[in-house]
């Protein structure tokens, strides 16, 4: 019976604590460009969970 040979080059499985760290990193990015996506906006829409509703149907800060 013949054994299979690997491929060259093939890179090592990823160690629990690389992934983590990749998992980490990858979060933080993505937090960084959510920040920034919502700085873009005017201010009245980045800020509207301040609003307040009022009875009348109106709403105000």
Do not use: H
Not at 47 to 52: D, E, V
């Amino acid at each position: 019976m013949k054994r299979r040979t690997t491929p060259r080059g093939k890179k090592p499985a990823a160690t629990r604590a690389q992934t983590l760290a990749a998992l980490a990193q990858e979060s933080d990015k993505q937090l960084d460009e959510l920040i920034r996506r919502r700085l873009t906006l005017p201010i009245e829409k980045r800020m509207n969970f301040l609003r307040k509703r009022l009875p009348g149907g109106g709403s105000c800060l």
